[in-house]
């Protein structure tokens, strides 16, 4: 069986290399989903996408697609390259779990498509923490710093408690705007949380008050 960390070195240090391992496999080698997720994630982080889809044609003829954690890796990667293709493969999978809907959420939200990221995330059987800090981030990156900070109470109605990185990203979008009083308002509710004393976080509060004029309370 082909080692997983074997995989992931051959083709970081020579890509070609991989085309011929999943030729390789098919002649008997027998590779299992971590096999090929963790081939698709070297490709995602090197920018191969000639190479990740000949792994998906791999994954296809060896009936791999239908395995939830393969498609969401597979969602992952084509986030990268073409969101379309992306879209097929969630469009495809027989059962998607919650991984699979944030996934393809925050694709949509890295090309720029915040109508579809934003109809995605509406149409979820169920949401997390990393679905909301998924939408407020994307709106965020996007300029709609207004709509992020309007997210984020909607997200404290449905009884969501916060991250590190939700606090950053509404942190980021009061920042973008110069909005004090919200930025304030998110600092309150920090101090009731047990990120008060996390670096991220407060690296961000920093900015944010910086941004805003008032250095003194920044430091």
């Known amino acids: 069986m082909l080692e997983l960390k074997a995989a992931a070195k051959i083709l970081r240090e020579d890509v ?3 085309c011929r391992l999943v030729i390789y496999s098919l002649e008997g080698m027998n590779p299992n989903p971590s096999t090929f997720t963790s081939l698709l994630n070297a490709c995602a982080r090197l920018g191969v996408s000639r190479q990740g889809k000949q792994i998906h044609t791999a994954i296809i003829k060896m009936a791999f697609e239908s395995d939830v954690f393969v498609s969401n890796v ?5 986030s ?3 969101i379309d ?3 097929r493969v969630f469009e495809k999978m027989p059962a998607k779990d919650l991984i699979s809907w944030n996934t393809m959420m925050v694709g949509y939200f890295q090309h720029g498509r915040l109508v579809d990221g934003h109809c995605l995330f509406q149409g979820m059987p169920e949401k997390d923490v990393v679905s909301w800090t998924g939408i407020i981030t994307g709106f965020a990156q996007n300029g709609y710093n207004e709509e992020a900070l309007k997210l984020f109470f909607q997200m404290k109605q449905q009884g969501i408690k916060p991250n590190r990185s939700t606090f950053a990203s509404l942190l980021s979008a009061c920042s973008s705007i110069a ?12 101090v009731k949380t047990e990120y008060s004393s996390d670096v991220f976080v407060g690296n961000a509060l920093v900015t944010m ?3 805003c004029g008032s250095i003194s309370i920044a430091y």
């Open 85 to 87: 293709d992306a879209w």
């Open 16 to 18: 070609p290399s991989c």
């Open 209 to 211: 008050y910086s941004k």
């Open 74 to 78: 597979l969602i992952a990667m084509y």
């Open 80 to 82: 990268k390259f073409s």
């Open 179 to 190: 909005a004090m009083e919200q930025g304030k308002q998110i600092h309150d509710h920090i």
